[in-house]
């Protein structure tokens, strides 16, 4: 066995046990993973009027002596 045998033979193993470590610590997508509960919206009090948006306001001229 030459040096490169040996390393690609350690490399192997340390990508394995990284994928090992990898999929343990952080399972990929929803595999493994709570589902997540549905948000119950409120609807908005019917009491209050919504308030009506502002005119849009241009800007203003004014005149400048010479």
Known sequence: MNSQSVAGLLGAIVASIVL???VAYGPIG???KP????SI???????QPVPAAPAPRG????????
């Open 20 to 22: 090992v470590v990898a």
């Open 30 to 32: 929803q595999y493994g």
């Open 35 to 38: 589902a997540k509960p549905a």
């Open 41 to 47: 919206q409120q609807p908005a009090p019917a009491g």
């Open 59 to 66: 800007p203003v001229i004014r005149e400048v002596p010479n």
